[in-house]
């Protein structure tokens, strides 16, 4: 069964840190793009991040840059977005999407998505 499936969210204030996973199953990461994307309340979806299998390439919003950190486990087929000096704007449901064969950013066609994990930055 093809499955992304993201973890590591929660409460957390401003200041903090998370580490957000993204675990596929079913198929290998290899060859796909992998956009980790935020939709903060009453808003779209916007990619945060992004790390393409293809060819090397990474991509950070403006407004995450010197913050997030995108990295890969090959042996897990998992990959991480770290997130350090979290602010309020930081809030929302974050989504790790896969794009087969692309760079970064990523615009799509996605072949596979995750339910999310909730993201809230609050004192």
């Known amino acids: 069964q093809v499955q992304l499936v993201e973890s590591g969210g929660g409460l957390v204030q401003p200041g903090g840190s998370l580490r957000l996973s993204c675990v596929a199953s079913?198929?290998?990461?290899?060859?796909?793009?992998i956009g980790w994307f935020q939709q903060a309340p009453g808003k779209e979806p916007a990619e945060v991040s992004c790390?393409?299998?293809?060819?090397?390439?990474?991509y950070y919003a403006e407004s995450v840059k010197g913050r997030f950190a995108i990295s890969r486990d090959n042996a897990k087929n998992t990959v991480y977005l770290q997130m350090n000096g979290l602010k309020p704007e930081d809030t929302g449901v974050f989504y790790c999407k896969v794009s087969y064969h692309a760079g970064c950013p990523t615009r799509g066609p996605y072949d596979y998505w995750g339910q999310g994990t909730q993201v809230t930055v609050s004192s």
């Open positions: 790390l393409s299998y293809t060819d090397h390439s990474t």
């Open positions: 079913g198929f290998t990461l290899d060859d796909y793009a």
